[in-house]
């Protein structure tokens, strides 16, 4: 007996255009931020390069928007590349982005790492390098909840991705060196951890069905933007629990001091309500309360998709008075837009 494929629906019109449709979507939408070269499928921002500032460029497979298109502009990043769906973008891609960006202080390249972004990007710098461009690259590897995955060697880089593009974007803006905005780069990574949990699967365009299976009452602890595996399958729990499965390795890895100040990011991961995304920010303050630790910034909201996937992770970077004053400084992008 055979038995039906559950099929997603999606508002699409051919699974092969889904990246350069969208992509004309946000250059119809924002015409003040950005400009999209479709031919590369990049957005860049609309007034770049802006000379004599550094140059900053991501990038990835789409699917997980508005990472990285949606954090293009002032204060933030000077234009991302877009991949096919979960899948990495090639190194002409990025060299075109590098040169569109180019005012003359150098490029930084900020990759997550994946195998495929890590190997394109490092030919890319070397393919602008050969015309006269200075790159910097920084790796973003923030993920502690499994060393090794379907798609990386280490780390994963997820949730700090947004923060570290945020506080170099600001010290490029207000005029840093190459070395410096690297520097910031790093410095953000070093002193951020992530952790995720699925609730549900996700859907590729061209496939239409979940690309792996959980019941209905299990979630996935530890999982992947692109749904690799975890640690382990767990049966759903209440939020406060669900919390704590995430709380815990992040603190073991990053093991503030009682009293350190915190940025705590909640983000969901495609198909979360708002509502509940603020139901365990609260428990996360109130849990991190009761260890003794201070929520000085926040973000929550869907800034790291995977497609309709429900769950969330939660990040935590350990700030210090420099970090603050990048966070806090002017940005205005499609998705982040504050102070300018």
Same mark, same amino acid.
């Given at each position: 007996?055979?038995?039906?494929?559950?099929?997603?629906?999606?508002?699409?019109?051919?699974?092969?255009?889904?990246?350069?449709?969208?992509?004309?979507?946000?250059?119809?939408?924002?015409?003040?931020?950005?400009?999209?070269?479709?031919?590369?499928?990049?957005?860049?921002?609309?007034?770049?390069? =802006? $000379? %004599?500032?550094?140059?900053?460029?991501?990038?990835?497979?789409? !699917?997980?928007? *508005?990472?990285?298109?949606?954090?293009?502009? #002032?204060?933030?990043?000077? $234009?991302?590349?877009?991949?096919?769906?979960?899948?990495? *973008?090639?190194?002409?891609?990025?060299? /075109?982005?590098?040169?569109? =960006?180019?005012?003359?202080?150098?490029?930084?390249?900020?990759?997550?790492?994946?195998?495929?972004?890590?190997?394109? +990007?490092?030919?890319?710098?070397?393919?602008?390098?050969? &015309?006269?461009?200075?790159?910097?690259?920084?790796?973003?590897?923030?993920?502690?909840?499994?060393?090794?995955?379907?798609?990386?060697?280490?780390?994963?880089?997820?949730? $700090?991705? #947004?923060?570290?593009?945020?506080?170099? !974007?600001?010290?490029?803006?207000?005029?840093?060196?190459?070395?410096?905005?690297? %520097?910031?780069?790093?410095?953000?990574?070093?002193?951020?951890?992530?952790?995720?949990?699925?609730?549900?699967?996700?859907?590729?365009?061209?496939?239409?069905?979940?690309? +792996?299976?959980?019941?209905?009452?299990?979630?996935?602890?530890?999982?992947?933007?692109?749904? &690799? *595996?975890?640690?382990?399958?767990?049966?759903?729990? *209440?939020?406060?629990?669900?919390?704590?499965?995430?709380?815990?390795?992040?603190?073991?890895?990053?093991?503030?001091?009682? @009293?350190?100040?915190?940025?705590?990011?909640?983000?969901?991961?495609?198909?979360?309500?708002?509502?509940?995304?603020?139901?365990? +920010?609260?428990?996360?303050?109130?849990?991190?309360?009761?260890?003794?630790?201070?929520?000085?910034?926040?973000?929550?909201?869907?800034?790291?998709?995977?497609?309709?996937? /429900?769950?969330?992770?939660?990040?935590?970077?350990?700030?210090?008075?420099?970090?603050?004053?990048?966070?806090?400084?002017?940005?205005?992008?499609?998705?982040?837009?504050? @102070?300018?």
């Amino acid at each position: 007996m055979s038995v039906a494929a559950n099929v997603v629906k999606k508002f699409i019109n051919d699974p092969e255009n889904v990246v350069p449709e969208a992509l004309e979507g946000v250059a119809a939408a924002h015409p003040d931020l950005v400009r999209v070269d479709l031919a590369n499928q990049l957005v860049i921002r609309r007034d770049a390069p =802006v $000379a %004599g500032k550094v140059g900053l460029v991501s990038g990835g497979g789409s !699917g997980h928007e *508005p990472l990285h298109g949606g954090f293009v502009g #002032v204060g933030m990043l000077d $234009a991302a590349c877009a991949g096919a769906v979960f899948t990495s *973008p090639v190194p002409d891609q990025m060299a /075109a982005a590098s040169k569109a =960006v180019d005012g003359g202080a150098g490029v930084l390249h900020i990759v997550k790492n994946y195998t495929g972004d890590v190997l394109n +990007f490092r030919m890319a710098a070397e393919l602008v390098e050969d &015309e006269g461009v200075e790159v910097a690259s920084v790796v973003v590897d923030d993920d502690c909840a499994v060393e090794d995955s379907l798609y990386t060697a280490g780390r994963r880089g997820v949730g $700090a991705t #947004v923060l570290l593009e945020k506080a170099a !974007g600001a010290r490029a803006e207000a005029g840093g060196s190459l070395s410096e905005v690297a %520097g910031i780069a790093r410095k953000v990574n070093e002193r951020s951890r992530s952790f995720g949990v699925a609730l549900t699967s996700c859907a590729t365009p061209s496939s239409g069905t979940p690309i +792996f299976d959980l019941g209905p009452d299990e979630i996935e602890v530890g999982v992947g933007i692109h749904g &690799e *595996p975890g640690r382990r399958r767990e049966k759903m729990a *209440p939020a406060a629990e669900i919390v704590e499965m995430m709380l815990t390795p992040i603190l073991e890895d990053l093991d503030p001091a009682p @009293g350190s100040p915190l940025l705590a990011f909640v983000n969901g991961l495609g198909g979360t309500p708002l509502l509940e995304l603020y139901l365990l +920010f609260n428990e996360l303050k109130k849990q991190l309360e009761a260890r003794s630790l201070t929520i000085e910034r926040s973000l929550v909201g869907n800034y790291i998709t995977s497609l309709e996937m /429900a769950g969330a992770s939660i990040t935590l970077l350990h700030l210090d008075e420099q970090l603050v004053q990048l966070w806090d400084a002017p940005v205005k992008t499609a998705a982040l837009r504050w @102070g300018a």
